[in-house]
T-cell receptor, first 114, second 115 residues
Framework: GDSVTQMEGPVTLSEEAFLTINCTYT??????LFWYVQYPGEGLQLLLK?????DKGSNKGFEATYRKETTSFHLEKGSVQVSDSAVYFC?????????????FGQGTRLTINP | DAGVIQSPRHEVTEMGQEVTLRCKPI?????LFWYRQTMMRGLELLIY????????DSGMPEDRFSAKMPNASFSTLKIQPSEPRDSAVYFC???FGDGGAFEQYFGPGTRLTVT
């Protein structure tokens, strides 16, 4: 079945550092790809998405490019802030099957130190 | 606009008791999802509904768990009887199936502790 693999955390960086969180996927169809963020004590929020190959999703300084050839959707940010500390989830949906459910990775906990 | 509303936010109960979690999806959304989040297992999809009809309940752990959606604006997840291993954060999410968006909007969660 479809699956998502994220780089293991936790990840700890200093403020203004460059961030990359790796995400690779396995899917039989043509998935849409998502990054969700979960701040402490809250539910998940959609951070960005890409619906087809070579699309770039971006939001709040974060970017991720849908790479079909490497089945990847790595999350990047050029200069992180303390407020970016959260858990980040990569997810996919299989638009071919029409199923509305998302398949989530295990999450990567990010801590930014001032 | 109000987002997904869940109640209660925290629930502490004793083993063997019945627990009912409640969810109000975003108005106009036709899909509703129940998830469970634990440190050990991460985020698990329990069940989801489309237009109030259960579509996939393969994630429901056992017969002690049941979910209903009597109308488009309300859903419940019931655990009877509860056990300590049910302790987790339970999230409800909703989405609008407009042909491929798949964006799910999550509620704040209910933190359940079974002692």
């Amino acid at each position: 079945g479809d699956s998502v693999t994220q780089m293991e955390g936790p990840v700890t960086l200093s403020e203004e550092a460059f961030l990359t969180i790796n995400c690779t996927y396995t899917a039989t169809g043509y998935p849409s790809l998502f990054w969700y963020v979960q701040y402490p004590g809250e539910g998940l929020q959609l951070l960005l998405k890409a619906t087809k190959a070579d699309d770039k999703g971006s939001n709040k300084g974060f970017e991720a490019t849908y790479r079909k050839e490497t089945t990847s959707f790595h999350l990047e940010k050029g200069s992180v802030q303390v407020s970016d500390s959260a858990v980040y989830f990569c997810a996919l949906s299989d638009s071919l099957s029409g199923a509305q459910k998302l398949v989530f990775g295990q999450g990567t906990r990010l801590t930014i130190n001032p | 606009d109000a987002g997904v509303i869940q109640s209660p936010r925290h629930e502490v109960t004793e083993m063997g008791q019945e627990v009912t979690l409640r969810c109000k999806p975003i108005s106009g959304h036709d899909y509703l999802f129940w998830y469970r989040q634990t440190m050990m297992r991460g985020l698990e999809l329990l069940i989801y509904f489309n237009n109030n009809v259960p579509i996939d309940d393969s994630g429901m752990p056992e017969d002690r768990f049941s979910a209903k959606m009597p109308n488009a604006s309300f859903s419940t997840l019931k655990i009877q009887p509860s056990e300590p291993r049910d302790s987790a954060v339970y999230f409800c999410a909703s989405s609008f199936g407009d042909g491929g968006a798949f964006e799910q909007y999550f509620g704040p969660g209910t933190r359940l502790t079974v002692t």
